[in-house]
């Protein structure tokens, strides 16, 4: 079982491009979660998702963008990025248990992002 | 927005000794989760609290939910060097924003050989 998978491991953009930092779970989770962690700091979250097309934004979604087709998959679409959104990015899912939502959340290893 | 505090921010011991991490809030969470991260990697889960005053314990770690489940502690015993890493917790939103959970800055424990 992978658990949650995050590609790719470490990226340097350069100011103004674009990519995509990929998520795939194979728990058949339906929450799903996007998170930046800057050096010493907790995470904080900039998407989620409560199952297959629906999204919202969480505490800084500014500069970020989500889509939710399938129920394994969450990609996180950086667009023009900016120094400012250099982090470490952790994606996340979890489930209800008994029909109760418990926040228990499984996270990938991250993507370590820098942006010159 | 609710807010967790935890603390201490940093923590240096020696391997044997007892401690105490904090996690503080002027909100009411659903259920609390501890994590521990270590260097390069994400979060790990540790436990969930759902219950006020419920104590759990994870071998020499022992986790506790105030009663009005507002905050939380961890208390390790005679730490040893394999639980040095980042502690983070992370309490869980009601309602319309279940599933959503609202982390702690952490607290990073050094255990000296």
């Known amino acids: 079982n992978a658990g949650v998978t995050q590609t790719p491991k470490f990226r340097i953009l350069k100011i103004g491009q674009s990519m995509t930092l990929q998520c795939t779970q194979d728990m058949n989770h339906n929450y799903m979660y996007w998170y930046r962690q800057d050096p010493g700091m907790g995470l904080k979250l900039i998407y989620y998702s409560v199952g297959a097309g629906i999204t919202d934004k969480g505490e800084v979604p500014n500069g970020y963008n989500v889509s939710r087709s399938t129920t394994e998959d969450f990609p996180l679409r950086l667009e023009l990025a900016a120094p400012s959104q250099t982090s470490v990015y952790f994606c996340?899912?979890?489930?209800?248990?008994?029909?109760?939502?418990?926040?228990?959340?499984?996270f990938g290893p991250g993507t370590r992002l820098t942006v010159l | 927005t609710q807010l967790l505090e935890q603390s201490p921010q940093f923590l240096s011991i020696q391997e044997g000794e007892n401690l105490t991490v904090y996690c503080n809030s002027s909100s009411v969470f659903s259920s609390l989760q501890w994590y521990r991260q270590e260097p390069g990697e994400g979060p790990v889960l540790l436990v969930t609290v759902v219950t006020g005053g419920e104590v759990k314990k994870l071998k020499r770690l022992t986790f506790q939910f105030g009663d009005a489940r507002k905050d939380s502690s961890l208390h390790i015993t005679a730490a040893q060097p394999g639980d040095t890493g980042l502690y983070l917790c992370a309490g869980g939103a009601y309602d319309t924003n279940a599933g959503k959970s609202t982390f702690g800055d952490g607290t990073t424990l050094t255990v000296k050989p």
């Open positions: 996340a899912s979890s489930t209800t248990t008994g029909g109760t939502q418990y926040n228990e959340q499984f």
